[in-house]
C-alpha cells in the first residue's frame, strides 16, 4: 500500500473543516488502509484525514505501545457525545507540527459515538492517552490544532518558526 504524504504545518488545508462521509465504498477503505500505513511509518498514535490531504471525517488510532501487537480503530464520523468536567494536562504533538510539543488541557474522559469500518455506529468509553487522542484527532477534523490550545505567546512562538521553515 502506498504510503500517503503527511501535510504539515502552516498548510492551509489543516485549517478546513472536514466533510462527514456518507459512503464507505472502495476508495475510503484504501484511503484508511494508507492512513494506517503512514501513521505506523512516522511512528504516529494518530491520524486524521486531513494530515494526508483528504477533508473526510476519518480517523485512525493505535496507542498499543507494542509494536508486535497491533490494535488499531478506525473511527468514522467521530462525534464526542460525552465529556468529563474533569480535565487533564499532558504533553502533546502532531506529526503534522515535527518538533514541536506543548502542555494540552484535555477532558480526562470522553464517550465517543463512530462507525467502524462496516458501516456499523458504535461508542467507546475512552480514559488515558486514548481520550487525549481521539480530542486531538476530532480536533484535526475541525479545522483545529494542537497549538490553539497552547497560550498566545507560546502559540505566536511556534507559527512564526513554523512560517520560515516554508520560506
Ligand atoms: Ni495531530
Same mark, same amino acid.
Given at each position: 500500500?502506498?504510503?500517503?504524504?503527511?501535510?504539515?504545518?502552516?498548510?492551509?488545508?489543516?485549517?478546513?473543516?472536514?466533510?462527514?462521509?456518507?459512503?464507505? /465504498?472502495?476508495?475510503?477503505?484504501?484511503?484508511?488502509? /494508507?492512513?494506517?500505513?503512514?501513521?505506523?511509518?512516522?511512528?504516529?498514535?494518530?491520524?486524521?484525514?486531513?494530515?494526508?490531504?483528504?477533508?473526510?471525517?476519518?480517523?485512525? =488510532?493505535?496507542?498499543?505501545?507494542? /509494536?508486535?501487537?497491533?490494535?488499531?480503530?478506525?473511527?468514522?464520523?467521530?462525534?464526542?457525545?460525552?465529556?468529563?468536567?474533569?480535565?487533564?494536562?499532558?504533553?502533546?504533538?502532531?506529526?503534522?507540527?515535527?518538533?514541536?510539543?506543548?502542555?494540552?488541557?484535555?477532558?480526562?474522559?470522553?464517550?465517543?459515538?463512530?462507525?467502524?469500518?462496516?458501516?456499523?455506529?458504535?461508542?467507546?468509553?475512552?480514559?488515558?492517552?486514548?481520550?487525549?487522542? =481521539?480530542?486531538?484527532? =476530532? /480536533?484535526?477534523?475541525?479545522?483545529?490544532?494542537?497549538?490553539?490550545?497552547?497560550?498566545?505567546?507560546?502559540?505566536?512562538?511556534?507559527?512564526?518558526?513554523?512560517?520560515?521553515?516554508?520560506?
Amino acid at each position: 500500500m502506498p504510503l500517503k504524504k503527511i501535510v504539515k504545518a502552516p498548510n492551509v488545508i489543516l485549517r478546513k473543516s472536514s466533510k462527514p462521509v456518507k459512503n464507505i /465504498d472502495e476508495s475510503v477503505k484504501n484511503l484508511i488502509q /494508507d492512513m494506517l500505513d503512514t501513521m505506523y511509518n512516522a511512528s504516529g498514535i494518530g491520524l486524521a484525514a486531513v494530515q494526508v490531504g483528504i477533508l473526510s471525517r476519518i480517523v485512525v =488510532i493505535d496507542t498499543s505501545k507494542d /509494536d508486535n501487537k497491533k490494535n488499531p480503530i478506525v473511527f468514522i464520523n467521530p462525534k464526542i457525545i460525552n465529556k468529563s468536567k474533569k480535565t487533564v494536562t499532558n504533553e502533546e504533538g502532531c506529526l503534522s507540527i515535527p518538533g514541536y510539543y506543548g502542555e494540552v488541557e484535555r477532558h480526562d474522559t470522553c464517550e465517543i459515538e463512530y462507525e467502524d469500518i462496516s458501516g456499523f455506529k458504535k461508542t467507546i468509553d475512552a480514559d488515558g492517552i486514548l481520550s487525549r487522542c =481521539i480530542q486531538h484527532e =476530532i /480536533d484535526h477534523c475541525n479545522g483545529v490544532l494542537f497549538i490553539d490550545h497552547l497560550s498566545k505567546l507560546k502559540r505566536d512562538i511556534i507559527e512564526k518558526k513554523l512560517k520560515k521553515n516554508i520560506k
